[in-house]
C-alpha cells in the first residue's frame, strides 16, 4: 500500500507541473505550452489489479521545460502525481493564492485535488523532471 501511496503521489506531481513566474500567473487556464516535452517511459495497466482501477494506468514519464516554456493551469483532480527534478529548476505557481516556488534537482513533490497550478522554466538551461501519474 505504501508503495502504491507513493506511485501515486509520484503520478500527480508530474501532472501537476505548471511552472509561472507571479506576472504569468494571471494567465488564462486556455495557454497553450511551450517548450515542454513529455515521454512516456513506463506504464502499467490497472484495471485488474487495483479496486476502482479500471480505466487507468500507472505511468512513470521523463518532462523536459525548454528555457521560456510553460505547462499552463491545470488540476490533478482526477490523477494524483509525484514528481523528481533531475536536472534544472522549475517554478511552480498556484492559481488561488499565485504564490510560486522553486523546484531545483534533487527535490521531489506530489500534487492532488483541484488545487490549479502552473509549471514555467524560467532558467537559461532545460528543468528535466521525472513524474508518476495515474492517468484514465
Do not use: W
Not at 508503495?3 to 495557454?31: F, R, V
Request: proline residues 5%.
Amino acid at each position: 500500500m505504501k508503495n502504491y501511496k507513493l506511485a501515486a503521489t509520484a503520478a500527480a506531481l508530474a501532472c501537476a507541473l505548471s511552472l509561472m513566474s507571479a506576472p504569468a500567473a494571471a494567465q488564462s487556464a486556455d495557454a497553450q505550452r511551450v517548450g515542454v516535452n513529455g515521454k512516456v517511459l513506463e506504464s502499467i495497466p490497472l484495471a485488474n489489479m487495483l479496486d476502482g482501477g479500471a480505466a487507468r494506468s500507472l505511468r512513470m514519464r521523463q518532462v523536459t521545460i525548454d528555457p521560456g516554456g510553460l505547462l499552463p493551469l491545470h488540476s490533478h483532480a482526477d490523477r494524483p502525481s509525484v514528481s523528481y527534478v533531475l536536472r534544472g529548476t522549475v517554478t511552480e505557481t498556484f492559481e488561488d493564492t499565485g504564490e510560486s516556488r522553486r523546484l531545483s534537482a534533487g527535490q521531489s513533490y506530489e500534487t492532488h485535488g483541484a488545487r490549479r497550478h502552473a509549471l514555467q522554466n524560467l532558467e537559461q538551461e532545460p528543468a528535466v523532471f521525472i513524474e508518476v501519474d495515474l492517468p484514465r
